[in-house]
């Protein structure tokens, strides 16, 4: 069905002008199409890159021959040919069959390789190969790796963790892989992470460049996955894999941005306040520690109106509080500052549970057992861009180093 790129209003005018509308024609092509149109491309793409057809002469790439019968193929098959024509820019249909008894264009890689007399087993693939020229046996295993126990997994481990809490914390998001989005080998780089086969992967090293069989650069990479082992892989495999897995996903960088300056700049608008309280309550256990027990969070209104009715909150446990600290934020994300926080104070929130006015139990979540000196460090970390490296010791009261 031929759909115009105008509304009617459009048509009409350029029909006055004398205009012929161009039209975009849709078609709807079968599963079965789309995959012989798919492996045309990557016959394509091979001449492109190599200026010349694939062959099928024994010795060659695998990949190479694997493509040289599938061309074979598809020059046999008048239905291939009339599918394919509107797509051959290079004139890939126009050569001579070398194989009459061919019979299909959509032969699987397996079957490919019966074609050129290479056996395979029965659960196997063209990354797992038996009976082939040995040059070819190490062509395709760059295409695979083999994951081995990772013998230096502590100093890795710490890492995973750091990333899991940036997750958590929205410091860092996951991106899904799509082939539209532009995402290129070059995107994967050392000290990226990302999820793939359900397991977040750490890239530990890149090695030097070398060129791949199709000409394309590729780079050996040494890859940590959070389970505690390792694999030696190409970059391409890397790609690849993520391109196949539905589920994968690329881990941003930390990019909270500078939460804090000392100096507001004209274009800055003030977004919140992070505020510290103390409490009035005399339930024993705040009246014994009331000066390392404080509640932290972030506001974007005043802090003295929201805690005009504090006695009458199980939020801010049933009493009034005093305002011990603020620090005013610029160009920040309120919820996501607030997460970070309570995050990584977490091992120092504090239980305790009080009565509302109706006399139901609530338990706040937003106290915690940790020095006012702590919570002036804390900020000052998030200013540098630091707190990431660091953890909370309480038992030292201190901001330890990971």
Not at 35 to 50: W, Y
Not at 91 to 98: H, M
Not at 108 to 129: M, R
Request: proline share 3%; aromatic share 8%.
């Amino acid at each position: 069905m031929a759909k115009s790129v105008f509304t009617d209003e459009d048509d009409a005018l350029l029909a006055e002008l004398g205009v012929e509308v161009e039209t975009k024609k849709v078609v709807a092509r079968t599963p079965r199409e789309e995959r012989i149109i798919a492996g045309f491309e990557e016959i394509q793409r091979f001449v492109e890159q190599n200026d010349r057809l694939p062959s099928s002469t024994e010795g060659n790439d695998i990949f190479e021959r694997i493509y040289a019968t599938r061309l074979n193929q598809i020059r046999s098959q008048q239905e291939c040919r009339d599918l394919l024509s509107e797509f051959d820019n290079q004139g890939l249909l126009d050569g001579d069959v070398q194989n009459e008894n061919a019979d299909s264009c959509e032969l699987t890689d397996d079957e490919l390789l019966e074609e050129l007399g290479v056996s395979v087993g029965a659960e196997s693939d063209i990354t797992n190969l038996r009976h082939v020229k040995p040059h070819a046996e190490k062509q395709a295993a760059e295409e695979i790796a083999t994951r081995t126990v990772c013998d230096d997994f502590d100093k890795f481990k710490p890492l995973f963790e750091a990333v899991q809490n940036d997750l958590d914390t929205g410091l860092r998001k996951t991106l899904k892989f799509r082939k539209d989005s532009g995402f290129l080998k070059t995107d994967v780089k050392k000290g990226q992470f990302f999820i793939i086969g359900g397991q977040t992967a750490y890239v530990a090293e890149v090695g030097d460049v070398i060129k791949a069989p199709n000409g394309e650069f590729d780079a050996r990479l040494r890859v940590i996955y959070s389970n505690g082992t390792e694999s030696d892989i190409l970059l391409r495999s890397v790609v690849r894999a993520l391109y196949k897995d539905n589920a994968s996903r690329l881990i941003s960088d930390p990019s909270a941005g500078p939460l804090f300056s000392d100096v507001v700049d004209r274009e800055d608008s003030e977004s919140g306040t992070i505020y510290v309280l103390r409490s009035k309550s005399d339930h024993p256990l705040i009246a014994e520690n009331r000066d390392v027990i404080h509640k932290i969070g972030v506001t974007g209104g005043a802090v003295e109106k929201r805690i005009a009715n504090a006695k009458l909150d199980p939020t801010y446990l049933m009493a009034d509080v005093e305002i011990v600290a603020n620090y005013e934020l610029y160009n920040i994300n309120r919820n996501r500052l607030e997460k970070v926080l309570h995050k990584f104070l977490d091992n120092a929130r504090l239980e305790i549970e009080v009565s509302d006015r109706f006399g139901n139990p609530v338990k706040p979540k937003e106290w915690f057992l940790v020095p006012l000196f702590i919570i002036d460090d804390v900020v000052e970390k998030i200013k540098e861009g630091t707190l990431d490296r660091y953890g909370y010791d309480i038992e030292s009261a201190s901001l330890v180093e990971k």
